[in-house]
């Protein structure tokens, strides 16, 4: 619950319309990589796409069956490493689409590996394949804010949370450690849950480099500002949406 209400400000409307406009045949299959609780799926199922929802975390997997539950779609969900997709029969040259939304590639642990990812990704899809992703720039991210941000889940918990960003931050890394005080209904003491997140200032130039090591597999088929087709990508923008598409006779890159 306080999962989806700290990622508000993801335009999962916007980011899944877009799917929408893409040349896709009817029905096509749909990876999500990096599902996390299952918006962006949800949103594509009920579009007509048949989506496999892919996430480490079962935590959120069980999150992400219960949405799909709630509004009567059917998805597969699956808890597989995202950086080995496409080396099963599940998932080998099966998809017409995959997706990686929500600016997931900014934490640093996904971009650091993302060539692996991009090579599971070409495994899993069928030549002509399209895959989408998005990664906030560098220029996107804010300062911590000082207060806590108060969250009310209908079943009476509430959740604050306290965002601390580490002073020890480079120019391309910046660390934060989020703390949670959990409040519950029935009036028992309040219960803290911490964790740590680093995200990558990317700059659009890191991204164009490394899409070069993979021309060999993939072909950009648009660069855009926001999640439309006639919004392409300009110097200077803060987010970056890049449409890949699966090359015939792609040779996989080592």
């Given at each position: 619950g306080f999962y989806d209400l700290d990622?508000?400000?993801?335009?999962?409307?916007?980011?899944?319309?877009?799917?929408?406009?893409?040349?896709?045949?009817?029905r096509a299959r749909i990876l999500d990589v990096?599902?996390?609780?299952?918006?962006?799926?949800?949103?594509?199922?009920k579009q007509g796409f048949?989506?496999?929802?892919?996430?480490?975390?079962?935590?959120?997997?069980?999150?992400?069956?219960?949405?799909?539950?709630?509004?009567?779609?059917?998805i597969a969900w699956f808890k597989r490493d995202v950086f080995s997709l496409g080396r099963?029969?599940?998932?080998?040259?099966?998809?017409?689409?995959?997706?990686?939304?929500?600016?997931?590639?900014?934490?640093?642990?996904?971009?650091r590996r993302f060539p692996e990812l991009l090579r599971?990704?070409?495994?899993?899809?069928?030549?002509?394949?399209?895959?989408?992703?998005?990664?906030?720039?560098?220029?996107?991210?804010?300062?911590a804010p000082e207060s806590p941000i108060v969250y009310m889940l209908p079943t009476g918990f509430k959740g604050a949370l306290t965002i601390r960003e580490d002073e020890r931050a480079t120019n391309s890394?910046?660390?934060?450690?989020?703390?949670?005080?959990?409040?519950?209904?029935d009036g028992r003491p309040p219960r803290r849950v911490a964790t740590r997140e680093v995200l990558r200032m990317t700059g659009p130039q890191e991204i164009f480099s490394l899409l070069k090591e993979f021309s060999g597999q993939f072909e950009v088929a648009h660069c855009l500002r926001?999640?439309?087709?006639?919004?392409?990508?300009?110097?200077?923008?803060?987010?970056?949406?890049?449409?890949?598409?699966?090359?015939?006779?792609?040779?996989?890159?080592?």
């Open positions: 990622h508000q400000w993801r335009d999962y409307e916007a980011q899944a319309g877009l799917i929408r406009t893409l040349p896709l045949p009817p990096c599902c996390g609780s299952g918006s962006h799926a949800v949103l594509l199922a048949r989506v496999t929802g892919v996430d480490q975390s079962e935590a959120l997997l069980a999150q992400a069956r219960s949405k799909a539950r709630g509004v009567r779609v059917r099963t029969p599940e998932f080998a040259s099966r998809f017409e689409g995959a997706i990686l939304l929500g600016w997931t590639l900014s934490i640093d642990a996904i971009s599971g990704v070409a495994r899993a899809l069928k030549p002509g394949g399209l895959f989408v992703f998005d990664v906030a720039l560098g220029a996107n991210f804010h300062p890394l910046k660390a934060f450690s989020y703390f949670w005080d959990i409040s519950r209904p926001e999640y439309r087709l006639d919004r392409p990508f300009r110097k200077g923008e803060k987010n970056l949406i890049v449409v890949l598409r699966r090359l015939d006779g792609a040779v996989e890159q080592e």
